[in-house]
C-alpha cells in the first residue's frame, strides 16, 4: 500500500535524471567544442608560423642586393605574397652593407567560430619568425690591378695602378664600399716586368710582388665557385671575335634594354636606367676589340682579351690567355685576372690604363643577383619572435 509520501517521486526522478542527462550533454558538447577550438587554433598556429618562414625563405632565395641595399643603415623594405595558406610579409632591414634582419610574419586564416564571429567571417592566426642573414657573394676580387703567370711588358704612357680609386661620377654609389689598396702587378715568381718610355706601375705596399703559389686554380677557382659555374651563369654568351660598339641601349619606355646583346650596361651614368645592369660576359674563344665601347660587370674570356682603342670596362676581367691592350683610351677600372696558359708576353701599350677600383668590383659581383645569395648566419640567427615579442 502506497502512503502519502510515496506520492510524487517519480517525477522528480524523471525531472533529475533529464538535468543530469542534459548537463552531461552540455558538458560533452562544450568539451568537444573546446577540443575542436583548440586543435583547429593549434592548427593554424602552426599554418601562420610556416607561412611565416616560407615568406623568409623565399626572401633569401630570391635575394637581390641592388634591391634591399640602401644608402642608409637600418632602411627597411617589404615583401608579401599571397598563398592558399594565407599571407606571408617579411621586412628586410639593413643592418651593414653585407647584413640584414629579416622579420616574417605569417597569417593564416581562422574559422569565425574560433573567434566568436558570424558565419562568413574570418580572422587570422599570426606568427612572427626573425632571421640574421648575411650576404656572400663569388670570390672573384682580384688580388692586384692586374694578377697574371708569364712576362709583362709595360710600355709607352701605359699605366698600371693598385691604389683604390673610384670611378668618375660614381662617388654616390660607392660610399658603401671601403677603401682596398692592392699590388699593381701580381706575378708568378719566374716572370719578368719591363718597362719602357713613360710606362708606370704602382701599388701598395709594392707596385709589383712575385707569388709562386700562383697557379690554375687562381683563374679557375674562385670560393663556391669554379670556372664552369661562372659560365654556366652567364648572361650573354658569344664565340671569340672582334667586338665593336658596345653601349648602352633602352626600350621604347626608355628602360634599359638588357635583351640587346650589345648592350653591357652604363658605366658613365650609374643613375641611369642602365646604370646598374652588371652582366656576366662570356666569349668562347679570343676577344679582340677594336673600337669605342664601354661595359660593366664580369668579362669571362676563354682565350686572349685584345684591346685595340678607347675600351672603358668597369668591373672583373677573367682571361683564361694573355691579355693585351693597344692604342689609347682603354681604360679598365676594377681589376684583370689573366691565366696567360702559354706563358705568352703580357703587353700594356699605349695610353692604356688598368686602375684598381674596389668599388667597381663590388658593385659587378653584387649587382648581377646571380653571384650574390643571401645565408642565415651559422650560430643565433633565427629566434620565434611571437614567443619573445607582445
Known amino acids: 500500500m502506497k502512503t502519502k509520501t510515496d506520492r510524487g517521486f517519480a517525477l522528480p526522478a524523471a525531472v533529475l535524471g533529464l538535468v543530469v542527462i542534459g548537463v552531461l550533454v552540455t558538458g560533452g558538447f562544450y568539451i568537444a567544442r573546446q577540443e575542436h577550438r583548440i586543435g583547429l ?10 607561412l611565416a618562414e616560407q615568406g623568409v625563405a623565399e626572401v633569401m632565395v630570391n635575394w637581390s642586393w641592388q634591391k ?4 642608409t643603415a637600418w632602411s627597411s623594405l617589404t615583401e608579401s605574397d599571397t598563398t592558399d595558406d594565407g599571407i606571408w610579409t617579411v621586412e628586410v632591414t639593413e643592418m651593414s652593407d653585407r647584413l640584414f634582419f629579416l622579420e616574417g610574419q605569417g597569417d593564416a586564416p581562422l574559422a569565425a567560430a574560433l573567434a566568436g564571429g558570424s558565419i562568413g567571417e574570418e580572422r587570422m592566426a599570426s606568427r612572427r619568425v626573425g632571421m640574421i642573414a648575411r650576404v656572400v657573394s663569388a670570390a672573384l676580387e682580384p688580388p692586384a690591378a692586374l694578377t697574371t703567370r708569364g712576362d709583362v711588358q709595360v710600355l ?16 654616390d654609389v660607392c660610399s658603401a664600399f671601403d677603401t682596398e689598396d692592392k699590388l699593381g702587378i701580381l706575378v708568378d715568381d719566374s716572370s719578368t716586368v719591363m718597362y719602357a718610355g713613360k710606362g708606370r706601375v704602382t701599388g701598395v705596399p709594392t707596385p709589383v710582388e712575385y707569388d709562386p703559389d700562383l697557379d690554375d686554380a687562381t683563374f679557375t677557382e674562385f670560393g663556391e665557385w669554379n670556372w664552369d659555374d ?3 651563369l ?17 626600350d621604347a619606355d626608355g628602360r634599359c634594354d638588357t635583351t640587346d646583346p650589345m648592350n653591357w650596361g652604363d658605366p658613365l651614368n650609374p643613375a641611369g636606367a642602365c646604370g646598374t645592369y652588371f652582366p656576366i660576359i662570356y666569349v668562347d674563344g679570343h676577344m679582340t676589340v677594336q673600337s669605342a665601347s664601354m661595359g660593366q660587370g664580369v668579362l669571362l674570356v676563354e682565350g686572349d682579351v685584345d684591346l685595340r682603342g678607347d675600351f672603358l670596362w668597369h668591373g672583373i676581367i677573367i682571361a683564361q690567355g694573355a691579355f693585351e691592350t693597344q692604342g689609347s ?13 702559354n706563358l705568352d708576353d703580357e703587353r700594356t701599350v699605349g695610353g692604356s690604363v688598368i ?10 659581383i653584387l649587382f648581377n643577383d646571380a653571384l650574390s645569395r643571401a645565408k642565415p648566419l651559422g650560430q643565433r640567427g633565427w629566434v620565434d619572435l611571437s614567443s619573445v615579442m607582445p
Open 41 to 50: 587554433a593549434s592548427e593554424n598556429g602552426t599554418q601562420s608560423f610556416y
Open 68 to 71: 634591399y641595399s640602401a644608402d
Open 156 to 171: 709607352g704612357t701605359a699605366e698600371v695602378h693598385g691604389e683604390d680609386v673610384d670611378p668618375p661620377g660614381w662617388a
Open 230 to 232: 661562372l659560365i654556366s
Open 234 to 250: 652567364a648572361t650573354l654568351t658569344f664565340s671569340g671575335r672582334n667586338f665593336n660598339g658596345m653601349a648602352p641601349s633602352y
Open 329 to 341: 683610351g682603354n681604360r679598365v677600372m676594377g681589376g684583370v685576372l689573366a691565366s696567360n696558359a
Open 355 to 364: 686602375q684598381q677600383s674596389n668599388c667597381a668590383a663590388m658593385r659587378a
